[in-house]
């Protein structure tokens, strides 16, 4: 049987998708209540990081020892893959000793060359074109806190980036309508558009995007990676903010959504994450941590 990775939510089918946030909601219950869950013992991922991690390591590392397994960290810095070792024969060597690997990179080749390579399950941790897990984290707080997110109107307003372009998917596999609000030249990935068809629409502004909204979420305007555009980018983007303001023009019961870092007084308002009820963000940062133990139940052989 061939391994399955976790590249991109298009990996799983809707219902996979489905189970997998049910199953996050029942191991984040069995958490709460203090009960042993240990389906991982004597497994170890391996995780490894070409850029900043908090929440991403953390969930990760934190997960597998609560499924009863390890994770180890490596980092280009100090392993051979800064000096040049070959991915696939890293992909190689990491599938003989470990059951899993994460991976946390810029180019999403780096990705699909090392899965094409490895043994075992590979997961995305991040790379510059898609961030499944967190995205699988915001649909699980959504169900929790709003129920069935199909039909629903979500709208994503600024960058067209990794956290957009999966929000696209995410519309495609979870059935809902995506509005998206980018400055013009700054869109997502065309090709994924063109794929979700009627499903997502792109616009310039953010009022019209976020009409209506049962769901409201937005990202930092320089990505990992882009730190030289910075100046011309907050420019750019600062008539996207995210406040309270545009918030009342959402649906009354509308969620708000970051998937951290953010920065106060950029993309969102001074106060907005920490004062304002409709923000879920600690939520959504939380369920990083039990959509993907159930994530790394369904993928690692047990
Ligand atoms: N949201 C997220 O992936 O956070 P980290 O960059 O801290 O992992
Ligand atoms: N778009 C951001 C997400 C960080 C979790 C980045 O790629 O830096």
């Known amino acids: 049987m061939s391994v399955r990775h976790f590249l991109s939510l298009m990996d799983c089918t809707p219902q996979e998708l489905n189970t997998l946030i049910r199953r996050g909601i029942e191991l984040k219950e069995l958490r709460k209540r203090g009960d042993l869950f240990e389906p991982l013992k004597n497994r170890i991922l391996g995780m490894i990081f070409e850029k900043a991690s908090t929440r991403t390591r953390l969930s990760f590392e934190a997960g597998m020892i609560q499924l009863g397994g390890q994770a180890i960290f490596l980092s280009p810095r100090d392993s051979q893959l800064g000096r040049g070792e070959p991915l696939a024969d890293t992909a190689i060597v990491m599938s003989s000793m470990l059951d899993a690997v994460m991976i946390r990179t810029f180019s999403h080749s780096t990705l699909t060359t090392f899965a094409a390579h490895a043994q075992v399950p590979v997961i995305n941790g991040l790379s510059d074109d898609l961030h499944p897990c967190q995205v699988l984290a915001d649909m699980q707080t959504f169900y929790e806190l709003r129920g069935d997110i199909t039909s629903k109107t ?149």
């Open 154 to 302: 979500v709208a994503w307003v600024g960058d067209g980036n990794n956290m957009c372009n999966t929000y696209i998917e995410a519309a495609i596999q979870f059935g809902f309508q995506l509005n998206i609000a980018c400055p013009d030249g700054y869109g997502p990935n065309a090709a994924l558009m063109a794929k979700a068809g009627d499903r997502v629409h792109l616009m310039t502004d953010p009022k019209q995007a976020v009409a209506g909204a049962h769901l409201v979420s937005t990202d930092v305007w320089v990505s990992m990676g882009q730190e030289e555009e910075q100046k011309s980018r907050l420019a750019l983007f600062a008539p996207y903010q995210v406040n309270a303001e545009l918030l009342d023009l959402a649906h009354p019961d509308v969620l708000f959504m970051h998937c951290l870092p953010a920065h106060r007084g950029e993309e969102i308002s001074d106060t907005l994450i920490d004062e304002d009820p409709r923000s879920v963000v600690w939520t959504q940062a939380e369920n990083r941590l039990h959509v993907q133990k159930a994530l790394l139940e369904f993928l690692v052989p047990h």
